[in-house]
Structure formats: C-alpha cells, structure tokens
C-alpha cells in the first residue's frame, strides 16, 4: 500500500515535470529561435529554416541595424519617451495614492474602482479625440505628445497599484515623524516613500515597459523616423521592399531584450497587486 | 488622524494633479469622442454639423459591422478558454513541483512570452510560420505531416486559429503568475486536516483549493475578457485584419473606418457601441462577483 502511493506519488510528479517541459518548449522557443536566427548569415538563415545551429556566428545583423539602419536614434527615442513617462507618471500617482489612502479614505474605494475602470478602457476608442486634440496643440509627431497620452492610462493603473501599497503602511510610524515637527510632505518623502520603495520600484518598472511596448499611439501620432520609437520603426521596416529577415530578428532582439530583463525581476509584485483585492 | 477637525483643503492638493491628468486627457477625449459621434466629422474636412442618430443606423445596419463583431467574440472566447485551461493546469502542475531552484526556472522561462513587446510577437511568429522559410511550416513538411508547406497566414480557414494560438501563447503566462499567487494563499492546515480525514487529492482540489481561489480567477476571467477584446496590436501586426477582413476584429473595424477612411462620425459611433458592449459585460461579471463574495461571507 505505501509503495503504491509513493509510486502514485513519483508518476504524478513525473507528469507535472512532462507538462511543464512541453509548456516551456512552447513559451520559450520564440525567444531562442529569435535570437539564433539574429546570429545567423542570411543565406544561411533562407537555405536551412530549421536548423538550430548556425553555420557561422555573425553580428553582421547587429552591425547593420544599428549603424546603416539608424536603430540608436529610435532607442534613444524610447528610452526618453519612456523614461519621462515613468518619472511623471510615479510622482503624479505617488502623490495622489498617498493622498486617497491617507486623506480620503471613504472616498478611496469608489476612487480606486473608477480607476481601474479607465484600465480597462479600449485604447482605440481613443485614438480619434487623440489625434485631434494633438493636431490643435501642435504636438503631432513630437516626442512630448507621447509622453503625455501615455500619461494617461498609466497614471490611473499606477495610482491603483500604490493604493494597495500605501495601505501597507501602519500609521503609528507618520504620527511618529509628525510629532518630531516633520511635514506632510516631509514624512511622505522621508517615512513613507522608503517603506513603500520595493512597490513603487515594480510599479515604476512596469510603467517603464507598457511605455516601451506601446504601439498604438505612437502609431497614430508620430511619423517621422527621427522621433518615433522602437515599435513603430520595426513595423515600417516590415514594409520595405525587400525585408531582411536577419535584420528584423536582430532589431527584434533590441526590443525584446530589456523588457524580458525587467519583467522577470517584477513579476511577483505584479502579479500580486493585480488580483490582491480578490483574495480572501 | 485628526485632520477633519478644521476644514483641510491642503489634502486636496496630493491628488489635484492626477485628477487633473484624468479629466484633460481621459474624460474629455472620451466626451469628445461621444460628441462625434452623433456627427459627420471627417479628418479631411474641419466642417462638420450634428446628425443625430445616422450614425448608430448606419452602423448597425453595416454587415461588416456585425461580422467583426463574430469575429471578435470568437477571438476573445477562444483565446480565453485556452489561455486559462493552460495558464490554470501550468499553475497547478508548477505548484506541485518540490524542488524549488526547479520550480524557480520554469517559472521564469513560462513567463517569457508575457514579456514580448507586442512588434516583436509579431515579427517572431510571421517569421516562425513564414509560408515559406518558415520553421514551423518546414518542419511539418520535413516530418510529413503536410504534403506542402501550410500557409497558416494567408489561408482563410487557417488565420483566426493560428492568431488564437499566437495569443495563447501570450497571455496564458499571467493567468499561470496569478493563479499561483493565489494558490500560495490557501493555508496547508485545511489540506492537512483533509488528509487525516482521509480526503482524495481531487476532493481536496474540488472543495479547499477551487473556493479559495474563485474570486481571483473571477477577476481574472474579467480582466482578460476585456483585454482580449480590445487588443488591436497583435493582430493588426500581424494579418492587418486579411485575408479579405477574415481577422477583422470589432477594434480594428473602428481604426479602418477612423483613420483609414476618415469617417470620423461613423468610427466614434462604432467605438461607443464598443464600450457599452464592454460596460455590459463587466457589469454582468461584477453582479456574478458580488454574489460569490456574499455566499463567502455568509
């Protein structure tokens, strides 16, 4: 009998393995086909489509994209775009969580669930009025016009990630610092914000890639190559008349790489802050 | 904290500026929005005058109207039927891993396509199921398991479930992180107590795991309801909406009409009819959720 539940045991355990590897071919084969194939020579990358080893490692790929494709100007573009963005962004929404948790408590939970409800709001419904307001205030096809539209649904999903955050923060603690005669925006700086960091750093970081990622807006709103970002330049490079599949794998790998690097650090708190009011 | 004994208008300040950002970028595009729609805006003339309801007619006597919206209910109830039965049997089997530098590594490789900016899903997956130097289509002709190389893209019948696979292939990885978040909650007392008694590994599943967790994967259903339903960048990268609108989805139909045919009226009459599609789904879910957290309660 107990061998035959530790034989159960062993087989349910061997099944999860089995299930997990399969999963992670699947999840993780993208990724490893998109970098051998940046490596590749593009003949080598057309005459074998499934071979995993490349006759010869090159970063002719890299080299090109980079230098006779001008891919560092559109990095640079969204790394400002997204950096401003994300810097704007968690001082607004820092301010206003602190705010909601500390000064507006009742007024908090309609806030917050108002909140997630323009989260869930369909980017396209938007583009229109966008483009627009955009037009009339000159900003079309400047960098300052991203940022701020950007602004716009990170800033209220930030704030209701912060709120969950700034909750965790017992009150004794700012009494404390306010009976020394600190202010209130001294214990915020001071007290506060500190004990909140590993929340705001995650949320900060995912601000940073849902910048980084987008692609819609930026569609819309910027053209020229010398101020649109990653996204929208790997998409009109798709459109050239003779596409360089060993050149779009690398400049794929541009993208991908900091966004993987980033998520995997912050998954945790995302995941967490996400679902948390539902848990019991 | 006694701040409410004077009247405290300093508090007001913490949250002006996100408030601000709010009305002048989300709710007055979003009245905008509603207001052109019962116009003839176009992007080509600054003249416009109000229509009333021709709009709404117009759309919704538009078959092309109607098909997207197929489309878009097959996209979404498909991607999500798969992207929680694998994200869901992922968390499970993941969770019953022992060996935590193992479990660790799964883990993060699962989580890879999350990551994916959404020009680089496309990319890689055209590229992977290229009708002609693609992997996938070489490597099923080399096995024989096609006579010719698929052409998963450009075939009609082929595109919306290649699309719900690539989406899948995406999105199970945040159902996977947040129903292990959640089953991390469950406290191993209950499990241990059932095991004394004597309970079976699918009765413990069926009666602590599955109530414990609802409400997350309710919320979740709800989340990735909408998301799917909205999303426009995959497949818009990838088919464009073709071949000959078969991957038209209710977003993309909207951005055509909109800024591809500059019939501003018309799309905004068609992202209103969006959004109260949408409002009404949420709200049937949030009155399902409401009735779970009281049944937990009582």
Redesign the interface.
């Known amino acids: 009998m107990n061998m035959l539940t530790r034989l159960k045991r062993r087989m349910g355990e061997i099944g999860c393995y089995t299930y997990v590897t399969v999963l992670a071919v699947f999840a993780a084969f993208p990724l490893l086909w998109l970098f051998i194939c940046s490596v590749k020579e593009s003949g080598d990358l057309l005459a074998n489509p499934t071979s995993m080893i490349p006759q010869k490692f090159t970063l002719a790929n890299y080299h090109n994209v980079m230098v006779n494709l001008g891919l560092g100007t559109n990095i640079r573009n969204s790394l400002m775009v997204s950096l401003s963005t994300t810097l704007i962004a968690t001082v607004i929404s820092s301010l206003a969580a602190y705010g909601i948790v500390r000064f507006f408590p009742k007024l908090g939970n309609m806030m917050s669930k108002l909140l997630i409800m323009t989260y869930m709001f369909p980017a396209i419904v938007l583009v229109i009025p966008y483009a627009v307001v955009m037009g009339k205030l000159g900003l079309t096809n400047t960098r300052l016009g991203l940022v701020l539209v950007y602004l716009s649904f990170n800033v209220p999903y930030a704030v209701w990630l912060l709120v969950g955050f700034f909750k965790t923060v017992p009150i004794g603690i700012e009494e404390a610092a306010r009976i020394d005669g600190a202010g209130r925006l001294q214990t915020f700086v001071r007290v506060v914000l500190p004990l909140v960091a590993p929340g705001l750093v995650s949320t900060a970081i995912y601000m940073f890639i849902n910048a980084w990622n987008e692609f819609l807006y930026a569609l819309i709103l910027t053209s020229s190559s010398s101020i649109t970002t990653l996204s929208i330049k790997l998409h009109t490079m798709q459109g050239a008349d003779v596409l360089n599949w060993g050149d779009m794998m690398a400049a794929c790998m541009v993208v991908v790489l900091p966004s993987v690097v980033f998520f995997s650090f912050i998954q945790k708190y995302i995941a967490g802050g996400m679902t948390e009011g539902a848990v019991k | 904290?006694k701040?409410k004994v004077k009247k405290?208008y300093?508090?007001w300040?913490?949250?002006l500026?996100?408030?601000a950002?709010?009305i002048c970028?989300?709710v007055?595009?979003?009245g905008?929005?509603v207001f052109?729609s019962f116009t003839n805006k176009t992007?080509i003339k600054s003249t416009y005058g109000i229509r009333g309801l021709s709009n709404y007619t117009a759309i919704l006597t538009d078959p092309d109207f109607w098909l997207a919206l197929w489309t878009s209910v097959k996209w979404t109830v498909l991607s999500l039927l798969f992207q929680m039965l694998?994200g869901f049997?992922?968390a499970l089997?993941?969770n019953?891993?022992?060996n935590k530098v193992?479990r660790q590594v799964?883990r993060?490789?699962?989580?890879?396509?999350?990551?994916?900016?959404?020009?680089?899903i496309a990319?890689?997956?055209k590229?992977?199921l290229?009708g002609i130097?693609?992997?996938i289509p070489?490597?099923l002709t080399?096995m024989g398991i096609t006579g010719q190389l698929p052409q998963f893209l450009s075939t009609p019948d082929l595109v919306m479930p290649t699309l719900v696979v690539v989406n899948v292939?995406f999105g199970?990885?945040?159902i996977m992180?947040?129903v292990?978040?959640?089953l991390q909650?469950v406290s191993q007392d209950q499990y241990e107590a059932a095991q004394i008694d004597g309970a079976r590994k699918l009765h413990m599943f069926w009666y602590i795991t599955l109530p414990?967790?609802r409400?997350?994967i309710?919320?979740?259903v709800v989340?990735r309801t909408?998301?799917v339903?909205?999303s426009?960048?995959i497949i818009y990268?990838i088919t464009g909406g073709g071949p000959a609108n078969v991957s038209t989805t209710l977003?993309i139909y909207?951005?055509n009409l909109?800024?591809v045919n500059k019939f501003?009226g018309r799309?905004?009459a068609a992202?209103?009819i969006?959004?109260i599609i949408?409002l009404t789904i949420?709200a049937a879910y949030f009155c399902v959720l409401n009735k779970w957290e009281k049944e937990?309660d009582s």
């Open positions: 904290m701040y405290d300093g508090r300040l913490w949250v500026p996100a408030i950002l709010v970028l989300f007055y595009p979003l905008s929005q052109y992007l694998i049997s992922a089997a993941l019953s891993i022992k193992a799964y993060i490789l699962l989580i890879i396509p999350w990551a994916f900016p959404t020009i680089a990319i890689i997956w590229w992977l290229n130097y693609g992997f070489t490597l080399q292939w199970f990885p945040l992180v947040n292990l978040a959640a909650t414990h967790i409400n997350v309710g919320l979740l989340l909408i998301w339903f909205n426009f960048d990268m977003p909207i951005y909109g800024w501003v799309s905004s992202a209103v969006l959004l949408l949420c937990a």
